[in-house]
């Protein structure tokens, strides 16, 4: 399953077009320069490994690092940060190896109340992930090595944090981050939000339990000139798969699928203008709630992220 492939072959199509279109509009990627594309991977199987190697090739000379989000990266294009959600078993053993040899800097988002084991937040019914392993307690700090390899927090059980009152809020961001300290003994400062769910009162949260960049999955590049480098926003980040066309995916490095963020911005300022609605919306850099219009993935009840 691909991030543009969930609603069939011809939205995915018409995702594609108006990719294109966005990507030529923008100079071929080239206005994009000084932001930055955060690509979101879950696994990488077996059977996905060439397939991953050509997407790191592609942009391997634009890698950034979590840690130099703060800066503008070099470059005539947008920089590529790489993170895995949930660290599963195949990112050491098929994506890290790939991603050593070419010298790319990756983070691992890590569930820390479900390790060595399958993945227990709900999925779709034949998500390829069902099948994965969350890597161990031990495997986290046989990873991790930072710049190169960061592990960091995807909460302690994979809630929906939007949805959960504010003792269970301040539970899944204190506990992950503990944990991941404890064992990797260092400061935890990262974390990305289960299903991408975040409102104003999960952002605050999360600084206030010492996150000081926190992911969502609004298909957004990331700024650091205007956005002070995420720390009062959440920076986006747009999901990929090896499994993906190639085409799919250089235009989503190159930030060409950041047209669906404009998108849902532009119909809910229509829907606001028509309903007469004074509620401003979510603020800049918040992952809203569901909007008219197309989405890459369905509800977060359904989907692993």
């Known amino acids: 399953m691909t991030p543009y492939g969930k609603r069939g ?6 995702y594609l077009a108006l990719a294109f279109l966005w990507w030529h ?15 979101c ?10 397939r991953f190697e050509w997407q790191m090739k592609h942009v391997a000379r634009r890698a950034v690092a979590l840690g130099d989000l703060h800066a503008p990266p070099l470059g005539d294009r947008a920089g590529v940060c790489i993170t895995f959600d949930d660290a599963l078993d195949g990112v050491p053993r098929n994506a890290l190896p790939v ?20 993945p227990d937040w709900p999925m779709a019914p034949h998500h390829p992930d069902l ?14 090595d930072p710049p190169r390899v960061r592990v960091e927090s995807h909460s302690a059980t994979h809630a929906d944090l939007s949805r959960v009152n504010e003792a269970q809020l301040r539970e899944e961001l204190t506990r992950s981050k503990a944990e991941l300290q404890r064992r990797l003994g260092r400061s935890v400062t990262a974390l ?18 010492g996150y000081r960049l926190v992911f ?48 849902r911005r532009a119909i809910r300022q229509a829907r606001d203008l ?19 219009g197309p989405t890459p993935g369905p509800t977060p009840a359904a989907e692993a992220a």
């Open 9 to 14: 072959l011809l939205v995915r199509l018409v």
């Open 99 to 118: 991603l050593a040899a070419l010298g790319i800097p990756a983070t691992v988002f890590a569930v820390t109340e479900c390790a060595g084991r399958a």
């Open 216 to 263: 969502s999955l609004r298909p957004a590049l990331h700024d650091p000139s205007t956005s002070n480098g995420g720390e009062s926003t959440a920076i986006g980040r747009f999901r990929v798969s090896p499994n993906m066309w190639r085409l799919e995916f250089r235009l989503t490095a190159d930030g060409a699928y950041g047209w669906l963020c404009e998108w």
């Open 41 to 50: 991977y879950h696994d990488v199987r077996d059977d996905q490994v060439g």
């Open 192 to 209: 990305a939000l289960p299903y991408g769910a975040c409102d104003e009162r999960v952002i605050a949260a999360a600084r206030a339990a």
């Open 131 to 144: 099948a994965a392993r969350t890597l161990s307690r031990e495997a986290w700090s046989q990873i991790d």
């Open 274 to 292: 028509i309903l007469g609605d004074d509620d401003p919306g979510p603020a800049p850099g918040l992952a809203p709630g569901p909007a008219p």
């Open 25 to 39: 509009a923008t100079g071929g990627g080239r206005r994009d320069r000084g932001r930055i594309v955060t690509l």
